[in-house]
């Protein structure tokens, strides 16, 4: 981004020193009137389609850095996405292994309660 605005200082310096020399030159200039509204009329026709050239560059550049930025956010909106199903897919992988220690530890817990509820109603004596 620092390179382009180097670019864009040294192309309005050109055409600020042009404009500038160029009316110097025609102050100065030994011509009469008629010769130097004549230069001046040239050089605007000619300042005329180095500016539109530099317009049109211009937006040829800006076009292409929204096209460059427009296809940067597709590839970190892409790479965003894979992320986010990758721990997604992780996640649910770890619920599972959660649900299946849970039920586990449940089934151990049940068959322990199942085996003291057998050893009480076999050791009370009955009447």
């Known amino acids: 981004m620092s390179d382009d605005s180097h670019g864009w200082e040294f192309l309005t310096g050109f055409l600020l020193g042009t404009v500038v020399g160029a009316a ?3 102050l100065m200039a030994p011509q009469s ?3 130097t509204r004549e230069v001046i009329r040239e050089r605007g026709i000619e300042l005329k389609g180095r ?3 530099a317009t ?4 040829k550049r800006a076009e292409e850095l929204a096209a460059d930025t427009r296809k940067r956010a597709e590839e970190a909106q892409e790479r965003g996405r894979l992320v ?3 721990q997604r897919t992780r996640l649910q992988h770890v619920v599972d292994e959660g649900k299946e220690a849970a039920q586990k530890k449940r089934d151990e817990l049940m068959a ?3 085996e003291e509820k057998n050893k009480r109603s076999n050791s009370e004596p009955t009447a």
């Open 33 to 35: 009137g008629e010769e």
């Open 56 to 59: 049109e560059h211009g937006r």
């Open 84 to 86: 986010l199903e990758e």
């Open 24 to 26: 110097v030159a025609l």
């Open 112 to 114: 322990r309660f199942e």
């Open 51 to 53: 500016a539109s050239d």
